[in-house]
């Protein structure tokens, strides 16, 4: 009984030893804030990773990809069971997309992805991840008229950080076109103007006149027109058919096409292939949706040979992974069948190189991963979860997030060797109250219970304030940013170097178990030493120490 | 005219050195000495005579080179530590020069605190309402049922004093063995506190040992035992007998 009641009172009167656990208390709080910082980012990069990547990917090894996708998806069902909930073919090849920016050609390397509209949605989040909110509940190839969002919808921010998009979409275009025919009067009118000034001298020996449209062309490329010129699509369609003799015929060809009515076929880049974020978190666009570009990818021949044709932009994807939103294109499957010659001419199957597979809620990876690879030959076809796909990825956020626990660890380690100086002059002070307490008939264990109780007290309030003092934090911690930036007139959360425009934060109740367990055992460790020192005083020699 | 009674402490060619240094220095060399209950003795002696050591031996605080103690019928030599720890709290109640009292704790608290170590945290909620009553008790005789909550600190000497008698007293201890109870007060203080240490003896019966190097406290036990050069000086006079 008289260790609670001296520990409780040793407590309340010792406030050095208070001082001693404030670096528990800071070492506790900040592990429960990185613990819960690293979580949410983790979070945010899986549910980010899993948005784009289906449960399971099943792919061939070949860029030209395997034939009957129906065949396949059906024999996958059958070795796969139930845990099936929807699947969808795909096609991803690499490939160079081009873009006209004030006159120069911008080049991206990118996945080019063909997806089919109907299904793809059935397997990944991928439609909300579209700029346009017509997109995202179905999404179409079809450019749209407007009303693109001109504030990112998958934060909570209410301010226009994209306010380009607004004209995006047919007005856009619309307007280009009238720039341009205006660009095009006003080169035709100069140039009869300096016809008609330019003395005979030059005669019939003039060179071959250049026609308008090279003149417009290499005007708008010296200079610095707001929009980049329109690509001239007759003569695409004519060297995107030579290139590919399986194309099928497009109604535009062989005509001009309007490019005030009409479109090439749609696709939807990701957001970091076109645009910057800059110091401000206002997202620029060097093209917006209702512009041309034009890709170059291979054909599914042996040897493949590059082709080109243009696009037109419909959307932008921002799954905030920037990964996949500088890298990846996406374009309608049949499409990019095509034009890649996939489908046999004499069967008319199509070929794809993936299947993206959904398995129903709480169905296990692995196993179905398992399945599939037992049935399909792994020199053929490759399987692969979500998260082996991104294996590497992960692996490195888990290892970051162990190094700083134990980092992190070592802080409190070093709060607890605080505590033991600490008790070793608490128990040299209290020499005679050991003293008197032997003299009164307590055992060692006793007096060394005194110390170890202390040091658990001093753990848990250590911990509990620790506690309290994190879990405020981590709930708090973008109020928190936001007062810290307001104080110092710095940004502490860069919204252009993170895609992020909060700081994600999820408190694990298991791992803030752990901390506090951890804490108060080093404390209670801590303690050990100066309790058995306490314990193995002389009853005698205490007694007499002043 | 010896009481023939049972003793309750037994002490038989009792030896103790320690050393220092290169020296070994014997306090005791074989000292024998009993007290029967219920008689109050009073062991006087130079300093360095070893008179504090002859008591902290009979008080179980300390372990002799050699020679017995034996303790209400129990030889101590020996003993694991467990069960001296045990025999000190239930036997022995002592009272120190100093008064070591625990700072933390309030005048009744320091009253109880044997009876807590004694007992473990259920078996005090059991008791504690008897052992408090019992310690108010006590410092209502002695005269401090009005400073039950003040700490240490706050009392005077001969208050510190009274509060620690009252410890050692709140086991109903076979013996109290008093160091020096008198010597940090002023004379009247002292008297007062050697007139309750006598109170006690005659009304219920206690036996007690007091180690004082001053005469006149020492004249007002029954028996004094002179200890000289870490012997009991056969020289002096077996017994004085106390004035009144």
Redesign the interface.
């Known amino acids: 009984m008289y260790k609670l009641l001296l520990c409780w009172r040793y407590l309340r009167t010792r406030w050095i030893a208070l001082a001693s656990i404030i670096s528990v208390t800071l070492g506790v709080a900040t592990m429960i804030v990185v613990n819960s910082v690293m979580a949410g980012f983790s979070h945010e990069m899986q549910t980010r990773i899993h948005g784009i990547l289906s449960d399971l990917v099943f792919e061939s090894h070949s860029l030209s990809g395997f034939q009957d996708p129906q065949w396949h998806m059906d024999e996958i069902r059958r070795a796969a069971g139930g845990d099936i909930v929807g699947m969808t073919p795909t096609v991803a090849v690499p490939a160079m997309l081009n873009f006209q920016v004030r006159g120069q050609w911008v080049t991206r390397q990118i996945m080019f992805i063909g997806i089919d509209e109907a299904t793809h949605a059935q397997v990944s989040d991928f439609g909300r991840y579209l700029q346009h909110p017509g997109n995202r509940t179905q999404l179409s190839f079809d450019l749209r008229e407007g009303g693109y969002d001109t504030v990112d919808s998958q934060s909570e921010t209410t301010t226009p950080t994209r306010p380009a998009l607004e004209g995006a979409g047919w007005q856009h275009r619309r307007m280009r076109v009238e720039r341009e025919r205006v660009w095009r009067e006003k080169l035709e009118a100069d140039r009869r103007a300096s016809e008609a000034a330019l003395p005979v001298a030059a005669g019939g020996s003039a060179g071959p006149a250049r026609s308008i449209d090279q003149q417009v062309d290499a005007v708008l490329a010296a200079t610095t027109g707001d929009e980049p010129p329109v690509a001239s699509p007759a003569a695409d369609a004519a060297a995107a058919t030579r290139a590919d003799p399986f194309r099928q015929a497009r109604p535009e060809e062989g005509t001009r096409m309007d490019p005030a009515k009409e479109q090439f076929t749609g696709i939807v880049p990701g957001i970091g292939l076109a645009s910057f974020r800059d110091s401000s978190g206002i997202d620029r666009f060097l093209v917006l949706p209702g512009d041309d570009v034009k890709v170059t990818f291979p054909t599914a021949g042996t040897p493949p040979k590059a082709v080109s044709d243009s696009f037109t932009i419909v959307d932008y994807y921002e799954s905030k992974m920037s990964e996949y939103d500088s890298n990846f294109v996406f374009v309608p499957l049949a499409t990019l069948q095509r034009m890649r010659g996939m489908i046999d001419p004499q069967t008319g199957l199509a070929s794809v190189n993936s299947i993206q597979i959904k398995l129903r809620d709480g169905a296990d990876l692995d196993v179905v991963r398992d399945k599939l690879r037992k049935v399909f030959p792994a020199d053929l076809y490759a399987v692969a979860t979500w998260r082996d796909k991104q294996g590497p990825l992960l692996a490195a956020v888990d290892m970051e997030m162990s190094v700083l626990n134990i980092l992190l660890f070592l802080i409190i380690a070093v709060a607890g060797f605080g505590i033991l100086a600490i008790f070793f002059m608490i128990v040299v002070e209290k020499t005679r109250d050991i003293g008197i307490l032997k003299s009164l008939g307590a055992g060692a264990s006793g007096i060394a219970g005194i110390f170890l109780g202390y040091g658990l007290f001093l753990g848990l309030v250590g911990a509990g304030a620790g506690l309290a003092l994190g879990l405020a934090i981590a709930w708090n911690i973008n109020s928190i940013r936001v007062g810290v930036e307001w104080l110092t007139g710095q940004r502490v959360f860069d919204p252009s170097i993170y895609y992020f425009h909060r700081i994600p934060s999820i408190v694990d109740p298991f791992t803030v178990a752990w901390i506090i367990v951890g804490a108060v055992g080093i404390a209670v460790a801590s303690s050990v030493l100066p309790a058995l020192r306490a314990a193995g005083l002389h009853p005698v020699e205490a007694l007499r120490h002043d | 005219m010896t009481e023939v009674a049972t003793d309750i402490l037994r002490v038989r060619n009792l030896r103790k050195s320690y050393q220092s240094g290169d020296t070994r220095l014997e306090v005791l060399r074989g000292v024998d000495f009993d007290l029967a209950a219920g008689e109050f003795v009073s062991v006087v002696g130079q300093s360095g005579s070893g008179k504090s050591t002859l008591l ?1 031996l009979m ?1 179980l ?2 372990a002799a080179d050699s020679g017995e103690v034996v303790l209400a019928g129990t030889r101590i030599a020996g003993l694991p ?2 069960r001296r ?6 036997c022995v109640g ?1 009272v ?1 020069q100093s008064y ?6 309030d005048a009744l ?1 320091n009253v109880m ?2 009876l ?6 259920f078996e ?1 909620l059991s008791v504690r309402s008897a052992v408090r009553a019992r310690a108010c008790e006590l410092l209502d005789r002695f005269g401090l049922g009005g400073r039950l909550h003040h700490r240490p600190r706050q009392l005077s000497g001969g208050e510190m004093q009274r509060v620690a008698i009252a ?1 050692a007293l709140v086991t109903q201890p076979q013996v109290l063995l008093a160091d020096e109870p008198t010597g940090n007060l002023d004379e009247a203080t002292g008297a007062g506190i050697l007139d309750t240490l006598c109170e006690l003896n005659r009304a219920d019966g206690l036996s007690i040992v007091l180690v004082t190097h001053d005469a006149a406290v020492a004249r007002r036990a029954d028996r004094i035992v002179r200890l000289a050069a870490g012997r009991v000086d056969e020289t002096c006079p077996a017994a004085e007998r106390k004035a009144g």
């Open positions: 902290h008080g605080l300390d530590a467990s720890d045990r025999l000190r709290n239930t002592m120190f070591h009292l625990l700072p933390e704790l608290e605190a044997p807590m170590v004694r007992h473990g945290i005090w410890r």
